[in-house]
């Protein structure tokens, strides 16, 4: 059998494909994420969500169907289901925050932006809202914290789903010649800080990410 460590837990479906397929999988999750208080002061006009750890935690809050009338642009296929979903109404979605970057700078400038956030957020929509001057203010609604642990057994492969899961990985292990898989290209510009033996699937989704490891194993 293939030995491969998953950096999160898999739904049965996926860890199936994989078992049927002749891999061992180890699942640790490297990160967990928690919702956080938070009060909705200045919403705007237009909301912004980076993941779907802000939708899950922004639907706990005891006022959130107040936000369903106002329509959303989000980063990821992902997300976007999970609004929608939801009963809001998602204009937009990249799979990458610097192409929703371009999107906002060219369609958004005359709006007024809530941003609902994680700590461990990256600067790239900020920066673009300040630069545009787009009239923005950001709330943070969920904590992501590392959650390493020590690998001892060799493995084929890892999968990786985004930037934090690489530096979790990374505080208690070190890459070798394993093949890295990470989801999109910003996981990706992550890990290969660190490695060359890095592949991206066509679409930033997990199951993408599956096909992959069993192409690239098994061809």
Same mark, same amino acid.
């Given at each position: 059998m293939i030995p491969i460590l998953s950096t999160k837990t898999l739904t049965e479906q996926q860890k199936k494909k994989l078992s049927e397929k002749g891999f061992l999988l180890t699942e640790i999750d490297f990160i967990q994420a928690h919702s956080t208080e938070f009060k909705l002061d200045n919403i705007g006009d237009l909301l912004l969500f980076t993941s779907q750890n802000a939708v $899950?935690?922004?639907l706990q809050h005891p006022q959130v169907d107040s936000l369903k009338s106002i329509p959303c642009i989000c980063v990821g296929e992902k997300t976007a289901k999970l609004l929608s979903?939801? *009963?809001w109404k998602v204009i937009h979605y990249e799979e990458y925050a610097s192409d929703l970057g371009d999107y906002i700078g060219q369609h958004?400038? /005359?709006? $007024?932006?809530t941003f609902f956030s994680g700590n461990l957020r990256r600067d790239i929509l900020p920066n673009v809202l300040k /630069?545009? /001057?787009?009239?923005?203010?950001?709330i943070q609604v969920y904590k992501t914290v590392l959650c *390493?642990? $020590?690998?001892?057994s060799p493995q084929k492969g890892i999968l990786f789903f985004s930037p934090s899961?690489? #530096? *979790?990985?990374? #505080? /208690?292990? *070190?890459f070798s010649d394993e093949i890295v898989f990470c989801i999109g290209k910003t996981t990706a510009d992550e890990a290969l800080k660190h490695t060359k033996n890095c592949i991206i699937p066509e679409k930033t989704t997990i199951d993408s990410l599956i096909e992959c490891v069993i192409t690239h194993f098994l061809g």
């Open positions: $899950r935690s922004v979903e939801n *009963s958004c400038l /005359k709006n $007024r932006i /630069k545009t /001057k787009i009239e923005h203010n950001e *390493s642990e $020590r690998i001892n899961g690489v #530096q *979790s990985f990374l #505080q /208690k292990n *070190s």
